[in-house]
Nanobody
Framework: VQLVESGGGLVQAGGSLRLSCAAS????????MGWHRQPIGKERELAAA???????YYADSVKGRFTVSRDFTKNTLYLQMNSLKPEDAAVYYC????????????WGQGTQVTVAS
């Protein structure tokens, strides 16, 4: 399974970005997917996730501003980020949980999101 993120960049505070994560290879091995983020000098955290059945999870810090979605026909995961804040600046990683697992087994290379105040 290969995961490739796109859509990061520089945005003004209050602005929006949409991240995409294209999955390829043995995509039938993917169960759940999520977006993690790691600000400079801080630990990586799970920002948003969607389970195979459609249930979603959001970190408290992004609730009401971020929306995670998955297009099974395109093998693509999205993260719509609105009302961005400087504290949302981070490297965003797409990740996937494999069948028979409850941990994130597959990771993308990350995409940088910078929010200017």
């Amino acid at each position: 399974v290969q995961l490739v993120e796109s859509g990061g960049g520089l945005v003004q505070a209050g602005g929006s970005l949409r991240l995409s994560c294209a999955a390829s290879g043995s995509t039938f091995l993917i169960k759940h997917m999520g977006w993690h983020r790691q600000p400079i000098g801080k630990e990586r955290e799970l920002a948003a996730a969607v389970r195979s059945g459609g249930d979603t999870y959001y970190a408290d810090s992004v609730k009401g501003r971020f929306t995670v979605s998955r297009d099974f026909t395109k093998n693509t995961l999205y993260l719509q980020m609105n009302s961005l804040k400087p504290e949302d600046a981070a490297v965003y990683y797409c990740a996937a949980v494999g069948l028979g697992s409850e941990t994130y087994d597959y990771w993308g290379q990350g995409t940088q999101v910078t929010v200017a105040s």
